[in-house]
C-alpha cells in the first residue's frame, strides 16, 4: 500500500513540475469533523504545509488548468461516543488519534475572473497515528501505526495577478481504507474494561475495524512563484 502511494506521488510531482506555469508555498489549517461507523462526531482541528505546481492556461470559453499538490500535516480525527448514564445525564467520551498526513493530490483550477478561480482536487493520504487517546483499552491495543486513505475536495482560490500571495477556502471528505483499530479473524486479547476495572479475555469470530471518516473545512494562504510567459506560449 505504502509502495502505490509513493508511486502515485511521485508520477504526480514529475509530470507537474515538467510542465508548471505557476508553483506556490503555503500553510493552511481548520475545522476537521471526525467520525466512524455508529459513532457521535469528534470536533477538533488540523494544519498543513503544502506545495503546489500549476499547469498552463487552456481554452477559451472557461479557461482551466491542471497542477499538482503535495501536503503534509497534523489531522486530529476520531470520534466521540456515549460511555454510560446517570440519572438522565449522559457521558460522552472520545477517542482520538493524532496523525501525522501526507497526502499527493491532482487539482484543477477554472478561471471565472482574473482572481477568483474554483477547484476541485483529489488523490491518496497516508496517515502515521503518533499518538493516541483511546478510552476503551480493548480497542486502544488494536490502533494501527500507518493508515491509507483517499482526499476528495473543491474550494476557491483567491489569487490576485499582481499580488505575490493568495488565499483560498476548501471543503474536502477523506475516507480511510485500511482500519484504524483492527483485529484480525481468531486473535485473542485479553482487556481491562475501564468503568468495572475488570479483566476480560475476548476471542473475534470475525476481523474487527474501526475505520476513520473527516470532514475538514480549511483556510489557507500561499506565496507564489509566477514564471514569466513567452510569446509564443500566449
Not at 513540475?17 to 489549517?29: I, V, W, Y
Not at 460511555?83 to 467520551?93: K, Q
Not at 499580488?163 to 481468531?186: A, C, I, K, Y
Amino acid at each position: 500500500m505504502k509502495q502505490y502511494f509513493y508511486s502515485v506521488a511521485l508520477f504526480f510531482f514529475c509530470c507537474s513540475f515538467a510542465t508548471a506555469q505557476q508553483m506556490a508555498f503555503g500553510a493552511k489549517g481548520g475545522l476537521l469533523v471526525g467520525t466512524q461507523q455508529g459513532k457521535r462526531a469528534l470536533i477538533s482541528y488540523h494544519a498543513d504545509v503544502f506545495y503546489e505546481s500549476m499547469g498552463k492556461w487552456q481554452g477559451e470559453n472557461t479557461p482551466r488548468r491542471l497542477g499538482f499538490v503535495a501536503q503534509l500535516g497534523y489531522h486530529k480525527r476520531g470520534a466521540s461516543y456515549n460511555s454510560g448514564f446517570f440519572g438522565t445525564n449522559t457521558f460522552v467520551v472520545s477517542d482520538i488519534f493524532h496523525n501525522i498526513s501526507l497526502a499527493a493530490l491532482l487539482k484543477g483550477n477554472f478561471k471565472v475572473s482574473e482572481s477568483f478561480l474554483p477547484y476541485y482536487a483529489a488523490g491518496v493520504r497516508l496517515d502515521a497515528t503518533v499518538a493516541n487517546e483511546v478510552v476503551n483499552n480493548l480497542d486502544a491495543q488494536g490502533v494501527t501505526p500507518i493508515n491509507f486513505g483517499f482526499w476528495l475536495g473543491a474550494g476557491i482560490d483567491w489569487e490576485p495577478p499582481k499580488l505575490p500571495f493568495g488565499l483560498f477556502f476548501e471543503l474536502n471528505v477523506s475516507p480511510d481504507v485500511t482500519p484504524q483499530v483492527f483485529f484480525m479473524r481468531g486473535t485473542q486479547i485479553q482487556y481491562v474494561d475501564p468503568f468495572r476495572s475488570t479483566t476480560y479475555t475476548r476471542t473475534f469470530s470475525e476481523d474487527y475495524r474501526i475505520i476513520n471518516l473527516s470532514i475538514e473545512l480549511t483556510f489557507g494562504v500561499k506565496f507564489i512563484i509566477r514564471k514569466e510567459i513567452a510569446p509564443e506560449d500566449l
